[in-house]
Nanobody
């Protein structure tokens, strides 16, 4: 069993940075791939970024490539999402999730956090 708790969301001006954290409990978290997803009002949840269990492989949606960086510290059971050059269209609830294998398919993820709100003002 893995429990995930996101933090770090908030209000930021366009162009600014924000770092999200996903803290996990459970001894097996380090064996899971982790993904960040986001859902804006009236839109479907979309994949943002993912990282494999070791942190050696990362994936990004085209919309955030070059601006967001995903990383993990397995000693701290935490995955991070560094978001730079934020845009108003990045406004959404951001959630982290854990899966046995890295994938952008949300239905493949076994565990989800509650999410944290990110609002980017123009």
């Amino acid at each position: 069993q893995v429990q995930l708790v996101e933090s770090g969301g908030g209000l930021v001006q366009a162009g600014g940075p924000l770092r999200l954290s996903c803290a996990a409990s459970g001894r097996t978290f380090s064996s899971y791939a982790t993904g960040w997803f986001r859902q804006a009002p009236g839109k479907e949840r979309e994949y943002v970024a993912g990282i494999n269990w070791s942190g050696g492989t990362t994936f990004y949606a085209d919309s955030v490539k070059g601006r967001f960086t995903i990383s993990r510290d397995n000693a701290k059971n935490t995955v991070y999402l560094q978001m730079n050059r934020l845009k108003p269209e990045d406004t959404a609830v951001y959630s982290c999730a854990a899966a046995r294998f890295g994938t952008p398919r949300r239905e493949e993820y076994d565990y989800w956090g509650q999410g944290t709100q990110v609002t980017v003002s123009s």
